[in-house]
């Protein structure tokens, strides 16, 4: 069991806990990684575009850049426990005490990282909308695979709600439609 006042609980296994895990090894403390999905990789998990933009990666999807980040995290032996729920945080003396949902023991640290990073918007992001309602199933699509069949936006008005790397991404692809 490592030094209670190395182990560092990192909130959320996406690349940006990935990330911070493999630095907090690498100085030398104990980071172990929650992740309330049934997988580690974040939304990368649902990038089936190849990239272009991460330095290095050239040319594999997400899907495949989440595989080699958490590969690299387990290769460095740090601990990634995945479907946990965490339902509390509570300072101790010595650091911090995560409860989680269910039958699991609390879990102490010295310290926390929240690296929770994003997750796409459903309907919810337009609740509230006057007229929403009204727009029938085939012309609303919401999430990482709204634009998987572009061809089928081809000529429509197309609205993107987000200001973020997918939001500018597919509003380019579908602006090379024309």
């Given at each position: 069991?490592?030094?209670?006042?190395?182990?560092?609980?990192?909130?959320?296994?996406?690349?940006?806990?990935?990330?911070?895990?493999?630095?907090?090894?690498?100085?030398?403390?104990?980071?172990?990684?929650?992740?309330?999905?049934?997988?580690?990789?974040?939304?990368?998990?649902?990038?089936?575009?190849?990239?272009?933009?991460?330095?290095?990666?050239?040319?594999?999807?997400?899907?495949?850049?989440?595989?080699?980040?958490?590969?690299?995290?387990?290769?460095?032996?740090?601990p990634i426990?995945?479907?946990?729920?965490?339902?509390?945080?509570?300072?101790?003396?010595?650091?911090?005490?995560?409860?989680?949902a269910g039958?699991?023991?609390?879990?102490?640290?010295?310290?926390?990282v929240v690296?929770?990073?994003?997750?796409?918007?459903?309907?919810?992001?337009?609740?509230?909308?006057?007229?929403?309602?009204?727009?029938?199933?085939?012309?609303?699509?919401?999430?990482?695979?709204?634009?998987?069949?572009?061809?089928?936006?081809?000529?429509?008005?197309?609205?993107?709600?987000?200001?973020?790397?997918?939001?500018?991404?597919?509003?380019?692809?579908?602006?090379?439609?024309?």
């Open positions: 069991m490592p030094d209670p006042l190395k182990r560092v609980a990192v909130i959320g296994a996406g690349p940006a806990g990935l990330s911070a895990a493999l630095w907090l090894k690498q100085l030398g403390l104990a980071p172990v990684l929650f992740e309330r999905e049934a997988q580690a990789g974040g939304m990368l998990r649902f990038n089936f575009l190849e990239n272009e933009w991460v330095l290095g990666l050239q040319g594999l999807t997400g899907v495949a850049m989440s595989e080699r980040f958490v590969a690299h995290v387990v290769h460095h032996e740090v426990h995945c479907g946990v729920a965490i339902t509390r945080l509570v300072p101790t003396p010595s650091g911090w005490r995560l409860d989680f039958n699991s023991a609390p879990f102490a640290a010295h310290a926390v690296a929770t990073g994003l997750r796409y918007r459903g309907s919810e992001a337009l609740a509230g909308v006057e007229g929403l309602a009204l727009l029938s199933a085939d012309q609303v699509a919401y999430g990482p695979f709204a634009f998987v069949d572009l061809t089928r936006w081809r000529g429509a008005a197309v609205l993107i709600v987000g200001c973020g790397d997918n939001a500018f991404e597919n509003a380019l692809r579908l602006t090379a439609l024309d």
